[in-house]
């Protein structure tokens, strides 16, 4: 029997109206196979609920499986496995409904929406599902919003992110789309064997999303390219074939001898090929640890919303020297808590950096953190008491911060901790009432016999400009370190020139006037005057400058501790108050990390004078005898005369002085006159913007108070000019780089969306201080005095005003809208331009 013939009785026995073989058709062509596969498939049944379809549905499971099981170490548990899983079923379970009904692509779009919606909640979003099933507003929200969001928030988090359940919706949405794209090509496409492509991408992107930490890398990639292959050249094959297929029975013998021949030789190759790959790849490859993008993206916190907590030492110190802060349990003996650590200075303010070289990254942290840093591993638990912030407190190196109470949701989900400074914070902000426990590993503190012995380690840290240094701290520095050249031997001797020469006061009672800040002028003043007068801000700002200008690395450190005079009893808990406030210096020791180095002198410091030469006695004066005595009559004479000239000099004395004390007063009244009028004129103008009646009023003043500064010392900013650009004019004449991000920070509020709170308005008029003592420190202390009584601001201020009411005159003339402040920002009333009172 010919195949020709076959096909002919087949063609003859086909029932009316089922496809037979084609007129013209090539001898031996089946009757129900058309010259092309996609064409047999159209007409035909679906792929999907063929074996091909099965087979393929098996492959794919167990090459997304393999890719799962990447997710491990970065979740940190099995949690992952139910988003993960449910969603390679859901994106098969779509992608083969639409290949069965024949859908077209937004259909099947639409359907894997809704699917992803509906069955989120159960999925990947439990907790904020109905019944831990049907989903809620929050689950809509959330799984639209962590579609977005979520893949940032996911490499910028700290594993393990079990403590993270909303960063569920990534393996749940990533494995669905995966498996949805690869069903669908495989299950329709004419060339199924491009589904691998996509099923490889996820594999990839799942590594991506990971740590260094590998899950079975060896097991994953066997199971990923063996399976994808072999499955790969199945279908190719089987598409080639399905194309050419007769049906005697010798062709079939043959096709199935040829299906065994390839599938045995490519499994000879892929297990040639895999041997080799795990033996010899570990010894070819370079012993480097593996790519991840959370070791390369920079997180999205921005700390310039945040004010540096060390502008508020002296509040805590002065202020709230009793206030009950937070109470800490379970707290090691020795132990100093952490508030911030600081590592970048400005010349205005010591603060927190990110990003920088040393400073490490802040990213998003939660109830378990992986670290492998040594110590003994100790739990605290906090209250917040009088205590307001976002600065978290805690010590040692965290391995894992939860929270309770009302708040304990949104302060978790703004949680970030630095590794490398070692500081925590969270966005929402602490408040009284507020309670977490901290899980964190503390070694002891090193002795300085210890540190003596040791060497410094040489890490990066932040550089500070030169031109934002204070000038006296070279000299200083220099005084105090002698001649010594061990790097080790210059730091402590820094330490003891400070604690020796200097007087401990925050200016509370019974202590020397002690002004607060540790801005360049305040350091420079500190250093320059033989008494240094300060506290724990200014001896541990100035301590780190000066070794960080030596070539030491150090930063400083804000936080509290108990009196080491009366130091706490076993268990017995620590409750910070406004006097335990303190400020200390932190070095890096090789094989002991960073180490606090404190310099806060003694509080019964004082200078002693130099001892005066001691006086030698005169001799004994002889005196002269005595006259003899008169008659009564001449010494009753005598003395009238003697009154006489007595009364007669007191009428001349009294009468000399009132003449002499109203010729003088006068011309000096005329001469300090205006002199009183303007600094009481500049004193009031300052505290009518500081006390205006808009908060966003406050920040522009205080904006004005730095132009109107530069003005006075004869770099007066042109009229017009927006902030920024006066800024760039200060910043060039002056070198005071820190006047630009004063700008921006003033456009940002004024500008805002929202009302400035008082807690910024102070921290922004900090740094107005700050820029204006700066600017003044630049120049001698005769421009400083004749900056101090010119009038160029007042008159700046007088043009300005005049300038405004032209440009209204001619608006009025004109008939048209003035570019004013409130055309410009409606709502804010303020304007960048600079001429605006």
Same mark, same amino acid.
């Given at each position: 029997?010919?195949?020709?013939?076959?096909?002919?009785?087949?063609?003859?026995?086909?029932?009316?109206?089922?496809?037979?073989?084609?007129?013209?058709?090539?001898?031996?062509?089946?009757?129900?196979?058309?010259?092309?596969?996609?064409?047999?498939?159209?007409?035909?049944?679906?792929?999907?609920?063929?074996?091909?379809?099965?087979?393929?549905?098996?492959?794919?499971?167990?090459?997304?499986?393999?890719?799962?099981?990447?997710?491990?170490?970065?979740?940190?548990?099995?949690?992952?496995?139910?988003?993960?899983?449910?969603?390679?079923?859901?994106?098969?379970?779509?992608?083969?409904?639409? #290949?069965?009904?024949? *859908?077209?692509?937004?259909?099947?779009?639409?359907?894997?929406?809704?699917?992803?919606?509906?069955?989120?909640?159960?999925?990947?979003?439990?907790?904020?599902?109905?019944?831990?099933?049907?989903?809620?507003?929050?689950?809509?929200?959330?799984?639209?919003?962590?579609?977005?969001?979520? *893949?940032?928030?996911?490499?910028?988090?700290?594993?393990?992110?079990?403590?993270?359940?909303?960063?569920?919706?990534?393996?749940?949405?990533?494995?669905?789309?995966?498996?949805?794209?690869?069903?669908?090509?495989?299950?329709?496409?004419?060339?199924?064997?491009?589904?691998?492509?996509?099923?490889?991408?996820?594999?990839?992107?799942?590594?991506?999303?990971?740590?260094?930490? #590998?899950?079975?890398?060896?097991?994953?990639?066997?199971?990923?390219?063996?399976?994808?292959?072999?499955?790969?050249?199945?279908?190719?094959?089987?598409?080639?074939?399905?194309?050419?297929?007769?049906?005697?029975?010798?062709?079939?013998?043959?096709?199935?001898?040829? *299906?065994?021949?390839?599938?045995?030789?490519?499994?000879?190759?892929?297990?040639?090929? #895999?041997?080799?790959?795990?033996?010899?790849?570990?010894?070819?490859?370079?012993?480097?640890?593996?790519?991840?993008?959370?070791?390369?993206?920079?997180?999205?916190?921005?700390?310039?919303?945040?004010?540096?907590?060390?502008?508020?030492?002296?509040?805590?110190?002065?202020?709230?020297?009793?206030?009950?802060?937070?109470?800490?349990?379970?707290?090691?003996?020795?132990?100093?808590?952490?508030?911030?650590?600081?590592?970048?200075?400005?010349?205005?303010?010591?603060?927190?950096?990110?990003?920088?070289?040393?400073?490490?990254?802040?990213?998003?942290?939660?109830?378990?953190?992986?670290?492998?840093?040594?110590?003994?591993?100790?739990?605290?638990?906090?209250?917040?008491?009088?205590?307001?912030?976002? *600065?978290?407190?805690?010590?040692?190196?965290?391995?894992?911060?939860?929270?309770?109470?009302?708040?304990?949701?949104?302060?978790?989900?703004?949680?970030?901790?630095?590794?490398?400074?070692?500081?925590?914070?969270?966005?929402?902000?602490?408040?009284?009432?507020?309670?977490?426990?901290?899980?964190?590993?503390?070694?002891?503190?090193?002795?300085?016999?210890?540190?003596?012995?040791?060497?410094?380690?040489?890490?990066?840290?932040?550089?500070?400009?030169?031109?934002?240094?204070?000038?006296?701290?070279?000299?200083?520095?220099?005084?105090?370190?002698?001649?010594?050249?061990?790097?080790?031997?210059?730091?402590?001797?820094?330490?003891?020139?400070?604690?020796?020469?200097?007087?401990?006061?925050?200016?509370?009672?019974?202590?020397?006037?002690?002004?607060?800040?540790?801005?360049?002028?305040?350091?420079?003043?500190?250093?320059?005057?033989?008494?240094?007068?300060?506290?724990?801000?200014?001896?541990?700002?100035?301590?780190?400058?000066?070794?960080?200008?030596?070539?030491?690395?150090?930063?400083?450190?804000?936080?509290?501790?108990?009196?080491?005079?009366?130091?706490?009893?076993?268990?017995?808990?620590?409750?910070?108050?406004?006097?335990?406030?303190?400020?200390?210096?932190?070095?890096?020791?090789?094989?002991?990390?960073?180490?606090?180095?404190?310099?806060?002198?003694?509080?019964?410091?004082?200078?002693?004078?130099?001892?005066?030469?001691?006086?030698?006695?005169?001799?004994?004066?002889?005196?002269?005898?005595?006259?003899?005595?008169?008659?009564?009559?001449?010494?009753?004479?005598?003395?009238?005369?003697?009154?006489?000239?007595?009364?007669?000099?007191?009428?001349?004395?009294?009468?000399?002085?009132?003449?002499?004390?109203?010729?003088?007063?006068?011309?000096?009244?005329?001469?300090?006159?205006?002199?009183?009028?303007?600094?009481?004129?500049?004193?009031?103008?300052?505290?009518?913007?500081?006390?205006?009646?808009?908060?966003?009023?406050?920040?522009?003043?205080?904006?004005?108070?730095?132009?109107?500064?530069?003005?006075?010392?004869?770099?007066?900013?042109?009229?017009?000019?927006?902030?920024?650009?006066?800024?760039?004019?200060?910043?060039?004449?002056?070198?005071?780089?820190?006047?630009?991000?004063?700008?921006?920070?003033?456009?940002?509020?004024?500008?805002?969306?929202?009302?400035?709170?008082?807690?910024?308005?102070?921290?922004?008029?900090?740094?107005?201080?700050?820029?204006?003592?700066?600017?003044?420190?630049?120049?001698?202390?005769?421009?400083?005095?004749?900056?101090?009584?010119?009038?160029?601001?007042?008159?700046?201020?007088?043009?300005?005003?005049?300038?405004?009411?032209?440009?209204?005159?001619?608006?009025?003339?004109?008939?048209?809208?003035?570019?004013?402040?409130?055309?410009?920002?409606?709502?804010?009333?303020?304007?960048?331009?600079?001429?605006?009172?």
């Amino acid at each position: 029997m010919s195949a020709t013939g076959t096909t002919t009785r087949g063609s003859r026995r086909a029932p009316s109206g089922q496809p037979g073989t084609p007129s013209g058709a090539p001898s031996g062509t089946s009757s129900g196979t058309s010259r092309r596969g996609t064409t047999r498939l159209r007409e035909g049944r679906p792929r999907a609920l063929t074996a091909l379809g099965a087979v393929d549905a098996v492959a794919l499971v167990v090459v997304l499986g393999a890719t799962v099981v990447g997710f491990a170490p970065v979740w940190g548990s099995t949690g992952y496995l139910l988003p993960a899983v449910g969603g390679v079923v859901v994106g098969l379970g779509v992608a083969w409904l639409g #290949a069965w009904r024949r *859908w077209p692509a937004v259909t099947v779009l639409a359907v894997a929406v809704v699917a992803y919606v509906l069955l989120g909640g159960v999925l990947a979003l439990p907790a904020d599902a109905i019944g831990g099933v049907l989903p809620s507003l929050d689950t809509v929200r959330n799984l639209l919003l962590g579609s977005v969001t979520g *893949w940032k928030e996911f490499v910028t988090t700290v594993p393990p992110l079990h403590s993270f359940p909303e960063l569920a919706v990534v393996p749940y949405l990533l494995m669905m789309v995966t498996a949805l794209v690869a069903g669908s090509i495989a299950w329709r496409a004419k060339h199924a064997a491009w589904a691998l492509v996509p099923l490889v991408v996820t594999f990839v992107g799942v590594i991506l999303l990971g740590t260094v930490i #590998a899950a079975y890398p060896v097991v994953q990639g066997l199971v990923v390219g063996i399976v994808g292959l072999l499955w790969a050249s199945w279908r190719v094959t089987a598409a080639r074939l399905g194309a050419h297929q007769v049906t005697t029975e010798a062709s079939k013998a043959a096709t199935r001898r040829l *299906w065994w021949h390839r599938v045995r030789a490519g499994a000879a190759m892929l297990a040639v090929g #895999a041997v080799a790959a795990a033996f010899g790849g570990p010894a070819l490859l370079p012993d480097a640890p593996r790519t991840v993008l959370r070791e390369t993206v920079v997180p999205p916190l921005d700390l310039h919303e945040y004010v540096s907590p060390l502008t508020a030492f002296r509040k805590y110190a002065k202020d709230m020297k009793e206030a009950e802060l937070f109470t800490v349990r379970g707290l090691p003996a020795g132990t100093k808590v952490r508030l911030a650590t600081l590592d970048a200075y400005n010349g205005v303010v010591y603060d927190a950096s990110s990003g920088l070289p040393g400073s490490g990254v802040y990213t998003r942290a939660g109830e378990e953190i992986a670290t492998v840093a040594p110590g003994t591993e100790a739990t605290l638990d906090v209250v917040v008491g009088d205590y307001a912030g976002v *600065w978290v407190p805690e010590t040692g190196t965290l391995a894992g911060i939860s929270y309770t109470g009302s708040r304990a949701r949104e302060l978790a989900e703004g949680t970030y901790y630095n590794a490398t400074t070692g500081t925590a914070l969270t966005t929402a902000g602490l408040r009284p009432g507020d309670t977490y426990t901290v899980a964190t590993r503390v070694t002891p503190e090193p002795t300085e016999e210890d540190l003596r012995a040791g060497a410094i380690d040489q890490v990066p840290v932040p550089p500070t400009p030169k031109g934002l240094l204070p000038v006296s701290l070279a000299g200083k520095g220099a005084q105090f370190m002698g001649e010594e050249t061990d790097p080790v031997d210059q730091l402590f001797a820094l330490r003891d020139g400070l604690v020796a020469s200097g007087i401990f006061s925050s200016g509370l009672d019974n202590q020397p006037p002690s002004r607060p800040g540790h801005s360049a002028e305040r350091i420079d003043t500190l250093l320059a005057d033989d008494e240094m007068v300060g506290d724990d801000e200014q001896f541990a700002v100035a301590l780190a400058l000066m070794a960080n200008q030596a070539g030491i690395p150090a930063r400083v450190v804000m936080g509290f501790y108990p009196d080491e005079k009366n130091p706490l009893e076993p268990g017995e808990p620590f409750t910070a108050t406004g006097a335990d406030v303190h400020a200390w210096a932190e070095v890096p020791f090789v094989g002991y990390g960073w180490v606090p180095i404190t310099a806060i002198p003694d509080e019964d410091n004082k200078i002693q004078p130099e001892p005066k030469s001691l006086q030698v006695p005169k001799p004994p004066v002889l005196e002269d005898p005595e006259p003899p005595e008169e008659p009564a009559e001449a010494e009753a004479g005598k003395v009238d005369d003697e009154d006489k000239e007595k009364a007669d000099s007191d009428g001349f004395d009294w009468g000399t002085v009132l003449i002499i004390g109203v010729a003088v007063a006068v011309p000096l009244a005329l001469i300090a006159l205006p002199i009183v009028l303007i600094l009481a004129y500049k004193s009031r103008r300052r505290a009518r913007r500081r006390a205006a009646e808009r908060p966003v009023d406050r920040v522009s003043g205080g904006w004005r108070e730095v132009l109107d500064a530069a003005t006075d010392l004869g770099t007066p900013v042109p009229s017009g000019s927006t902030r920024r650009e006066g800024a760039g004019v200060i910043a060039q004449t002056f070198g005071a780089t820190t006047t630009i991000p004063l700008a921006h920070r003033a456009d940002a509020t004024v500008f805002g969306a929202g009302e400035p709170t008082e807690q910024e308005i102070e921290a922004f008029w900090a740094d107005v201080d700050g820029v204006v003592g700066g600017l003044r420190s630049s120049v001698n202390r005769r421009a400083r005095i004749r900056a101090a009584l010119s009038t160029r601001s007042l008159r700046s201020a007088r043009s300005a005003g005049r300038a405004g009411t032209r440009r209204l005159t001619s608006w009025l003339r004109r008939g048209s809208t003035p570019t004013t402040t409130s055309s410009r920002n409606p709502t804010k009333g303020s304007s960048t331009k600079q001429g605006e009172k």
